[in-house]
């Protein structure tokens, strides 16, 4: 009798602490998480609204600006055209410019994850004299500022005949971009179960077929990240391109810059080359941004 009474005196005490507080308290929570969700909306799109000005202003003719701020094309939407991009499109500059950008920033991308992938396995899983001391001086190598390799590399350049040519200006990126590469898919790598790894070289896989078969495809994340991270970094920059890149056939950056007139703003040409500049990188981005998050955490903090 004392167990059978004693069960329904402990049902309520149960299913009271799974109610969370009764209707009240699931009120509250749900109150909570709306005003998370607002709050985090808005922060959305103040943090979207210079690229919604930019856009916006690409598409209303400079007197247009002049008149008043872009926003008041919402009043008139009669203002909007494409006459800005139609003019840009026909320079020669810029559309070579945006080619030369691809050629600089598409292999200097591949480099820094083919180099950084051999390298992130060997410190991660081979053995060899000084593996701890030589990561130390890569992980060092993270925090050496571009600015400080521009005249000496320059210099460099310019004696073996690399200096304002595409070439220079990957493996400037490339030098650049191992550091971290090597230190984010070094400690990504040695995350992966040593058992998997043994197991593999038991079946009689070599280093190469490890590395290709086994370790490649479990660090997708990583090298996906890493390729975001180096390609927007790259497209992106301007103090290396207008320091190394061929100034008769310069990345969009640089092309940009060149085009400022010497009295006005020219904003019917800045702004529609900016937002077009910015518009693969932004694609990029959003496209693979949850491989992005993924990679740099678990690279990172592990």
Known sequence: MTRTEAAPATRPAAGAGRSGGGPAGRAAGRLAGGAVRVFLVLTALFWLLPTLGLLVSSLVSPTGLNDGGWWQVFGAPSRLTADNYERLLANDTITGSLLNTFAIAVPATLLVLALGAF????????EFP???WLFLVVVGLLVVPVQVALIPVSELFGTIGLFETTAGVVLFHTA???????????NFFAE???ELLEAARLDGAGELRLFTRVVLPLGGPAIASLGIFQFLWV??????????ADSA????????????????????VLAPGA????????????????????????????
Request: glycine share 8%.
């Open 235 to 244: 497209w992106n920059d301007m103090l290396v391109a207008l320091v190394f």
């Open 176 to 186: 650049f971009g191992l550091p971290f590469a090597v230190f984010l898919l070094r």
């Open 119 to 126: 390298a992130g396995y060997a410190f991660a899983w081979l």
């Open 130 to 132: 000084g593996r701890d």
């Open 192 to 194: 992966i179960p040593r």
């Open 249 to 268: 056939n310069p990345p969009i950056t640089v092309a940009l810059q060149q085009q400022v007139r010497q009295f006005g703003n020219n904003i019917d």
């Open 275 to 302: 937002f077009l500049s910015m518009v693969v990188p932004l694609v990029v981005f959003f496209a693979f941004q949850r491989q992005f998050v993924t990679g740099v955490m678990a690279g990172a903090v592990k």
